[in-house]
Nanobody, 125 residues
Framework: QVQLVESGGGLVQAGGSLRLSCAASARSFKKYTMGWFRQAPGKEREFVAAWNDGSTLHADSVKGRFTISRDNTANTVYLQMNTLKPDDTAVYYC????????????????????WGQGTQVTVSS
């Protein structure tokens, strides 16, 4: 069983920055597809970014502001969040898939096998 632990969330003013971290216990972390999703109150879970088969994917709503990165030595994936907006307020979840897949699948929450507990990001205006 893979354990995922998110950290780095908090309260920030619009225009500020945060960096989220997701630490994984998996021995085969290097082979996993890793994703970030978010869910605001009353809304469906939304794709944010993913690392899949050696390439990165970012949702149009965050492209140019958020960047996913990976440190295989530390078994950790990061989400650097810049120029934050109130609409970015949500619980952010880290997810892992055992194998690489098509980009379309990596953008769907149903494409992942393991999930972290989430970390709250609140952006005030």
């Amino acid at each position: 069983q893979v354990q995922l632990v998110e950290s780095g969330g908090g309260l920030v003013q619009a225009g500020g920055s945060l960096r989220l971290s997701c630490a994984a216990s998996a021995r085969s972390f290097k082979k996993y597809t890793m994703g970030w999703f978010r869910q605001a109150p009353g809304k469906e879970r939304e794709f944010v970014a993913a690392w899949n088969d050696g390439s990165t994917l970012h949702a149009d709503s965050v492209k140019g502001r958020f960047t996913i990165s990976r440190d295989n030595t530390a078994n950790t994936v990061y989400l650097q969040m810049n120029t934050l907006k109130p609409d970015d307020t949500a619980v952010y979840y880290c997810a892992a898939r055992r194998t690489a897949t098509l980009s379309a699948i990596a953008k769907k929450s149903t494409g992942y096998d393991y999930w972290g507990q989430g970390t709250q990001v609140t952006v005030s205006s």
